[in-house]
């Protein structure tokens, strides 16, 4: 099946720096979403993407869908202490008649801030 | 609105058990999603239903899991028996029928540990 690899597995940053992280995948993918999970929560949609190429903001955050339709980054810019939490990227193949195809998720980043 | 809600939050059961899992999808989704992540990996897709119906169950592991969403409501999934390595967290998703990929919410999870 299609899976993602996303990277990196976790990172340990001090508040202000910036962040990047990315999702690659083998094969393409239609749509792509980044979402956070706080604990005990389940994942809230940060920022979807549609087209290849495209570029969106979300007050501090930025995603791209790559060219190829294989990989998409997110950054955060300026960090703060609610950051903290584990992202994932997600995509979706096609969109069939009755509703939305089910997402493929990444395994996920693990952002914890260093005081 | 209420959003998507699982029930119950945590389950600590022994292998062997049975398990049911309860997802209240919000009130006038069709689409409802189960996933599950295993700890430390991507969030997995396990079935979508539509309605009462079941869309695309390519991602059951095995035949000791069974999902219901009769009368296209709520939906439960039974473990049984549970075996350890059906540890992880069980999310529930819903949306919309023919809306797009950014409309899939999510509940909190039930933390399932098998011992």
């Known amino acids: 099946g299609q899976q993602l690899n996303q990277s990196p597995q976790s990172m340990f940053i001090q508040e202000g720096e910036d962040v990047s992280m990315n999702c690659t995948s083998s094969?393409?993918?239609?749509?792509w979403l980044w979402y956070k999970q706080d604990p005990g929560e389940g994942p809230v949609l940060l920022i979807a993407l549609y087209k290849a190429g495209e570029l969106t903001s979300n007050g501090r955050l930025t995603a791209q869908f790559g060219i190829t339709r294989k990989d998409s980054f997110l950054n955060i810019s300026a960090s703060i202490p609610s950051d903290v939490g584990i992202y994932f990227c997600?995509?979706?193949?096609?969109?069939?008649?009755?509703?939305?195809?089910?997402?493929?998720f990444g395994t996920g980043t693990r952002l914890t801030i260093i005081p | 609105e209420a959003g998507v809600t699982q029930f119950p939050s945590h389950s600590v059961i022994e292998k062997g058990q049975t398990v049911t899992l309860r997802c209240d999808p919000i009130?006038?989704?069709?689409?409802l999603y189960w996933y599950r992540r295993v700890m430390g990996k991507e969030i997995k897709f396990l079935l979508h239903?539509?309605?009462?119906?079941?869309?695309?169950e390519s991602g059951m592991p095995n035949n000791r899991f069974l999902a219901e969403r009769t009368g296209g409501t709520y939906s439960t999934l039974k473990v049984q028996p549970a075996e350890l390595e059906d540890s992880g967290v069980y999310f529930c998703a819903s949306s919309p029928l023919q809306s797009g990929a950014d409309t899939q919410y999510f509940g909190p999870g039930t933390r399932l540990t098998v011992l």
């Open positions: 009130s006038g989704h069709d689409n």
């Open positions: 239903f539509v309605k009462e119906s079941k869309q695309d």
């Open positions: 094969s393409i993918f239609n749509t």
């Open positions: 997600a995509g979706q193949l096609e969109w069939t008649n009755f509703g939305n195809e089910k997402l493929t």
